[in-house]
């Protein structure tokens, strides 16, 4: 049995938070906030050999900033990733009630330093379809300067063609084939539309969702048809819809333990697929 919590490992989506906004937010039992400091999460990396995370932005500057600017999200962001400069990268924001052209202009400024290593899109927090003409401006830049792309993933089981649904995936990466994109949350429950999906999966968040509804095996057979290449460990720490923050490492060895992964394939999982997906190795 492979045992998951050794294996060195990068965990490609996180949250983590400005002192500043972690300060005047507390006290409200906020999980973001309560769970959200670089130093406690540097003890969890050392707790569970996790070598690299990559620090996710909300598409809501409210979250990241004090002003609500996006300039300042990546301000502080960029802060953040600096407290441990070999230990965390971050992505992107997008503040789309900006005017399309700042906005990637702000992206050009960042995407230049290597601490952000792609462009994080969240049509669910945005309120605004990932195929819609403000995100396809931003797809279009992306493919055009092969930058990686990652959407969030998890639509309202019941709608089709919910903003963050495969769907709409799908109509985007028709017009743009080559953009280099990373799937959160695998689709949520709408996983089987992204079967064949030229694109990196991360398990964050959705891996102790499924076991909830499937059990291991089904799971476990969802996870290989998406396939072993493609599939990039990942939490969502500190965020579950039905794990404490604490629990969250703990259930998802749990988890993986009980699957049939060899060795070299949970590697290839916590490690070697996140550094291909941002062309480190
Ligand atoms: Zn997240």
Redesign the pocket.
Known sequence: MVNWKDIPKIDA???LMPEDVIQANSGHGYVFIDHGSVDDYKKIMEKYNIDLAFV?P?NDPYMLSMDFKVETVHSNMLAMVQKMPLKLRCFADVDIRKNINETINELDKVIARDEFIGIKL?PSNAGYPIDGCYYEKIIEYASKKDILVEI?SYPKEHLQDDVCSPSRIKNVLKKYPNVRLSI??LGGFQVEDLYGLNAYFNF??ILPDYVNRFGIKRTNEILRLIGVDKLVFAT?FP?SRCLKPKEIYDKYFEILNEMDFSLEEAENICRNNALKMIDKI
Do not use: G, K, V
């Open positions: 989506h996180i949250h996710m909300f969240h969030h959160a949350h964050s968040a969502d965020d």
